[in-house]
């Protein structure tokens, strides 16, 4: 096992690593959920960015890249923007109940 | 050497994006860093040479999330929470620290010769019949990770829609995000909904054989219906016609039907007969183009929130 | 003639970016809404202009030349919508608050 080259492909895959422990940084502190879904989708960008360097280096047979990564990244952005938009139809229920309680005077 | 500098420069500045994301105060001022980084993340992409993800990125990953994201910020009250004690948030820092580290030697320290299954994707992608070999993986090597895929779109659509009010079940979901119809807005969507609406298409059509495909046009048509809806040109349609859930519903139909005929024409499901794989996989990514465009403007519009009948 | 193409590539090119930098100098040290949207649009329409107009002869065919002046056209119409409605917010009688 030899060090990896400094060229493009490292340096977006360190950038991914670092992406991923300051998502996970504001998950964990962050109180208020719209900036937790936030920082979850910034460590997603990361994992992304770690495939794609995977892609990168599987570069041959006249491709700029490895197509199934590539691929695996495309249905992720995807499904993560379904549960990104889930979550956040799910918090904004979750204000509109707090409210109506606090209307009440219920709680 | 001017190329490093360049990927320097992107790198520093996407990570320079994100911490300003997680460390602002001002819930709004992240959503617009979050969209930034988005957008620099797409140029991330393209310098990897990967054109398919950047288009996705663009305009799942930064557009459509930041729209909703937006959307969150106009309908929550900001909260205001207690800053975290300073010990706490430095070994949350360390640890998290560790984990980069980790992921950091694992792109530092690769496996050679580098796992690739390109020259497998080059020698099949001819049974295809499509030229861009993304679509090629999408459509019959991963074939059941799209149809899931598919489904998955629709079953967040369905969690949505199933958090509606009961009173409001069957209405009509409202625009977004609130704008008023007069000014600017209605002009600018009448002149460029026809435009957005053809490079969608395009996009779509392109994907075969060029980046682009069905996930990144559909978006592009979504947007397009929910300028539409924002500029008060149109209103998104009742939840409960059965007009309106065929359209949601066609894209997967389609997909399965194709693959369960493929079990006794080709041999096992999502299987394509040789001759018919093209025309097949046009059909299944026109539907899908429509149903997806159709599922992602909803979600971005939300469940319903006034009685059916109420609105106007 | 390659020379002088290229040259006005060139030329324009960093024309362009001088206005870029000219407006985000303006975005980042105007003291208000309505000046620092002034730097900025002037940095979309004619940077953008500028930077696509010597990329022209560069792009090798028509059809991709099509697609960059389309690109700047779509630009114009959008950079010019939302100036429009931030202006309307940041007016102090605006009708927007």
């Known amino acids: 096992m030899s060090l990896a080259p400094i060229d493009a492909a490292t340096l977006y895959g360190l950038t991914g690593a670092v992406l991923v422990g300051i998502g996970l940084y504001g998950i964990v502190l962050h109180e208020g959920f719209i900036r937790r879904l936030l920082a979850f989708n910034l460590l997603g960008g990361g994992v992304f960015l770690l495939f794609g360097v995977i892609a990168r280096r599987g570069a041959g047979a006249g491709f700029?890249?490895?197509?199934v990564p590539q691929a695996l990244v495309i249905t992720g952005v995807v499904v993560a923007f379904c549960a990104t938009a889930l979550a956040i139809t799910?918090?904004?229920r979750l204000a509109a109940e707090d409210d109506a309680n606090d209307g009440d005077g219920s709680s | 050497m001017l190329d490093l500098a360049l990927d320097l420069l992107i790198t520093a500045l996407v990570i320079g994006v994100a911490l300003w994301t997680i460390r602002t105060r001002d819930d709004f001022a992240a959503i617009v860093g979050f969209v930034a980084y988005g957008l620099l993340l797409t140029?991330?992409?393209a310098r990897l040479?990967?054109?398919d993800v950047a288009l996705t990125e663009a305009a799942i990953g930064g557009g459509v999330t930041g729209v909703i994201l937006l959307r969150a910020s106009v309908r929550l009250k900001p909260v205001t929470t207690a800053r975290t004690p300073i010990g706490v948030r430095v070994l949350v820092g360390l640890l998290c620290a560790v984990i980069s580290a980790g992921l950091a030697a694992v792109v530092l320290l690769p496996v050679s010769p580098p796992p690739s299954?390109?020259?497998d994707v080059r020698s099949h992608l001819a049974s295809t019949g499509l030229g861009n070999p993304i679509a090629g993986v999408l459509m019959a090597y991963r074939a059941l990770d799209t149809f899931l895929e598919t489904v998955v779109v629709l079953l967040a659509l369905f969690g949505a829609w199933s958090l509606t009010p009961d009173r409001a079940w069957?209405?009509?979901?409202g625009a977004p995000i609130p704008t008023a119809s007069f000014g600017p807005l209605p002009l600018f969507g009448r002149l460029l909904i026809p435009i957005g609406v053809v490079i969608g298409i395009y996009i779509v059509w392109v994907g075969a054989d060029a980046p682009g495909g069905k996930f990144q046009g559909a978006t592009i048509l979504a947007a397009m219906w929910i300028l539409a809806m924002m500029a008060g040109l149109t209103e998104a349609p009742p939840i409960g016609r059965w007009r309106l859930r065929l359209l949601l519903a066609a894209g997967p139909i389609v997909f399965v039907a194709v693959g369960v005929a493929g079990?006794?024409?080709?041999?096992?499901f999502l299987a394509y007969p040789e001759a018919l794989a093209k025309p097949l996989i046009l059909l299944i990514e026109v539907a899908l183009t429509l149903s997806i465009a159709a599922t992602l403007g909803l979600l971005v519009a939300g469940p319903p929130e006034t009685a059916p009948g109420t609105e106007l | 003639m390659t020379t002088i193409v290229t040259l006005f590539s060139a030329v324009a090119i960093c024309a362009g970016i001088i206005f870029f930098l000219a407006g985000t100098v303006g975005l980042l040290r105007f003291p208000d809404s309505l000046t620092r949207l002034h730097a900025l649009t002037k940095a979309d329409n004619l940077g953008l202009g500028l930077i696509i107009l010597g990329l022209l002869p560069l792009s090798g065919s028509f059809s991709t030349a099509l697609k960059l002046v389309l690109i700047w056209a779509l630009v114009q119409l959008a950079g010019a919508t939302a100036a429009q409605l931030i202006a309307r917010l940041a007016r102090p009688s605006g009708r927007g608050k």
């Open chain 2, 117 to 119: 299954l390109a020259a």
């Open chain 2, 263 to 268: 079990i006794p024409l080709a041999g096992s």
């Open chain 1, 90 to 92: 799910l918090i904004e």
């Open chain 2, 49 to 51: 040479a990967a054109y």
């Open chain 2, 170 to 173: 069957g209405g009509r979901p």
């Open chain 2, 43 to 45: 140029l991330a992409w």
């Open chain 1, 64 to 67: 700029s890249g490895d197509p």
